[in-house]
């Protein structure tokens, strides 16, 4: 499936024309400490995140930001989170991203899951089997 690699950015290519990153339940992560705070609120309310790793200029990332949006709609349950690797270029070092999409699931703070590259199908699937472990699943 389609992923992406890191990319010089001053190759001066402006692709943010009309694709919403963001929307839903998906809530973008600008800091560390927003980073922390989302996390530190997900474990107070027995929330799972999946937290995806994206690029404005990735098109895999791109083709699969409404899905994620729609997900984020439809299991309340669940936090969303999104993060620019070239927003928070030293935050996603530090999680190790080779290529975009990236998601990671998260219980208390600690990964549970990792899916890489924008298959719909396995996203699907890896959320369906965090709902199930929670006992929540809904359609």
Same mark, same amino acid.
Request: hydrophobic share 35%.
């Given at each position: 499936?389609?992923?992406?690699?890191?990319?010089?950015?001053?190759?001066?290519?402006?692709?943010?024309?009309?694709?919403?990153?963001?929307?839903?339940?998906?809530?973008?992560?600008?800091?560390?400490?927003?980073?922390?705070?989302?996390?530190?609120?997900?474990?107070?309310?027995?929330?799972?995140?999946?937290?995806?790793?994206?690029?404005?200029?990735?098109?895999p990332?791109?083709? &699969?930001?409404? =899905?994620y949006?729609?997900?984020?709609? !439809?299991?309340?349950?669940?936090? +969303?989170? *999104?993060? /620019?690797?070239?927003? &928070?270029?030293? =935050?996603?070092?530090?999680?190790?991203? !080779?290529?975009?999409?990236?998601? +990671?699931? *998260?219980k /208390?703070?600690?990964?549970?899951?990792?899916?890489?590259?924008?298959?719909?199908?396995?996203?699907?699937?890896?959320?369906?089997?965090?709902? /199930?472990?929670?006992?929540?699943?809904?359609?």
């Amino acid at each position: 499936m389609g992923h992406c690699f890191s990319r010089d950015k001053s190759d001066g290519a402006d692709l943010d024309e009309a694709v919403e990153f963001v929307g839903g339940n998906v809530h973008r992560v600008t800091s560390k400490e927003d980073w922390d705070q989302k996390l530190s609120e997900a474990k107070r309310d027995g929330k799972i995140v999946i937290a995806n790793f994206s690029a404005t200029w990735c098109g895999p990332c791109r083709m &699969l930001a409404p =899905f994620y949006c729609e997900l984020s709609e !439809k299991h309340s349950s669940l936090m +969303f989170l *999104l993060i /620019d690797v070239d927003e &928070l270029t030293d =935050f996603s070092t530090s999680w190790d991203i !080779k290529a975009t999409p990236t998601f +990671f699931f *998260l219980k /208390d703070g600690q990964q549970i899951d990792k899916l890489v590259g924008a298959n719909k199908p396995e996203l699907q699937k890896k959320i369906t089997a965090v709902l /199930d472990s929670m006992g929540s699943y809904r359609n």
